[in-house]
């Protein structure tokens, strides 16, 4: 169900350096997410977001609060979309704030980095085309190269051979476009096949970096919500959960290791960063040239 909200302020500012992806800001348009990712962590009690998978709150007033925000900054570091919902979601026409959003974004020369499981990013190519020239990344997050695992466990998002299409296309009109890897689900995804399926597609449509994790988070609504999924769709694998991980937080895979020595060897191989090439001020980028 889509519901109109007010917001009062819309970008968040980063306090603490962002080594992952140098964000300044954080910028979310809505509340709720549908594509209903049986992982998800911002269905967790902290985040205070009720009905996650069945109300999306669209914020009605971003657009202009945005303006009005982005006129006052002193600093133009990056902003990310991406965190708590997926910024381009399936909505009904004339609801989804997003495309508005990165006009604005453009039109102040804001650098951006966004997360999806989308393929509808490729709607707004014209205007991340205008921001990479400033410095735009889309990273499209991918857990399995299989599409019908991926059915399963991300029932409304993109199939991942969709995501891998749109990040050729973006590779191709000039955007920095990768990977966020993360989460590899413990039981189900950690596997050689997999790791190996995901970075080899990823090389082949354009990927110049992957971000990887090889685990998940779990707390409280989080893993209860999880654990059901589980009962219904992996019979006998939340038991291993349980022997293996308790009552904890982070879930690091069993074969991490292994996996993780993999995955370097990989990229290695096919010339992929495993960390994201971060914006530069056009100041330092300037310096740069009298070295």
């Known amino acids: 169900m889509i519901k109109e909200i007010q917001a009062k302020v819309l970008l968040a500012h980063i306090k603490q350096p962002d080594s992952w992806f140098g964000l300044k800001y954080n910028m979310n348009l809505y509340n709720g997410c549908c594509h209903r990712c049986v992982y998800c962590d911002s269905r967790s009690e902290c985040y205070q977001i ?36 997926d910024p381009f979601m399936p909505l009904p026409p004339g609801v989804s704030l997003t495309g508005q959003a990165l006009a604005v974004i453009a039109d102040f020369g804001f650098p951006v980095h966004i997360i999806t499981k989308s393929a509808l990013v490729l709607e707004e190519l014209e205007t991340l085309q205008r921001i990479s020239k400033v410095y735009a990344s889309i990273s499209f997050t991918i857990t399995t190269a299989d599409d019908a695992l991926a059915a399963k466990i991300e029932p409304g998002s993109s199939r991942p051979s969709a995501r891998f299409a749109a990040m050729k296309a973006l590779a191709a009109h000039g955007i920095q476009t990768g ?48 654990y059901e999924q589980l009962d219904a769709l992996f019979p006998g694998v939340r038991e ?52």
């Open 179 to 226: 990977v966020t890897m993360m989460p590899i689900l413990p039981f189900i995804e950690d596997n050689e096949e997999n790791i190996t399926a995901i970075v080899e597609q990823a090389a082949a449509n354009g990927a110049s970096y992957i971000i990887p994790w090889m685990g998940m988070t779990l707390r409280d609504r989080q893993r209860t919500y999880y």
């Open 50 to 85: 009720e009905n996650f998978d069945r109300d999306v709150l669209v914020k009605v007033n971003a657009i202009e609060l945005l303006r009005k925000e982005l006129a006052s900054k002193r600093i133009k570091g990056p902003i990310g979309l991406g965190s708590m919902n």
């Open 240 to 291: 291993k959960y349980e022997r293996a991980y308790g009552g904890r937080y982070s879930c690091d895979v069993p074969n991490a290791a292994r996996l993780y020595t993999l995955f370097n060897a990989l990229c290695e191989k096919h010339r992929i960063a495993t960390r994201l090439p971060l914006y530069q001020p056009l100041t330092v980028r300037q310096l740069g040239l009298w070295r």
